[in-house]
């Protein structure tokens, strides 16, 4: 998969579009960022005189719905593959830097 945890990715589609944030977790085909995609759960007491709360937490999206923002050229973009020194390497297609 093109997009790595840690990265810095932005939402083109979907209610949170326009987004940036940082990927948290990515599985599969889906990807979780930071601040994106929140949804509340309501959690009940554990202990006797606790108060039960809502918690707001991120959700998962599917990884065409963001795109790679290179971290040398600051746009988003598409992600390309090079091999250097036996090794593949990602490389952003609008300045061809290594990422």
Known sequence: M?????DIVLVISG?????????IQVSDKRVVVENVNLRKKSVKA???GEKG????????????NVMLVCPKCSVSTRVGYKLIEKKK??????CQKEI
């Open 53 to 64: 709360q809502i918690v707001e937490f991120p959700c998962s999206i599917n990884v065409s």
């Open 89 to 94: 390497k990602r490389f952003c297609k609008k």
């Open 2 to 6: 093109k997009i790595k945890k840690n």
């Open 46 to 48: 554990r202990k006797s």
């Open 15 to 23: 209610r949170d579009k326009g987004k940036k944030g940082k990927v």
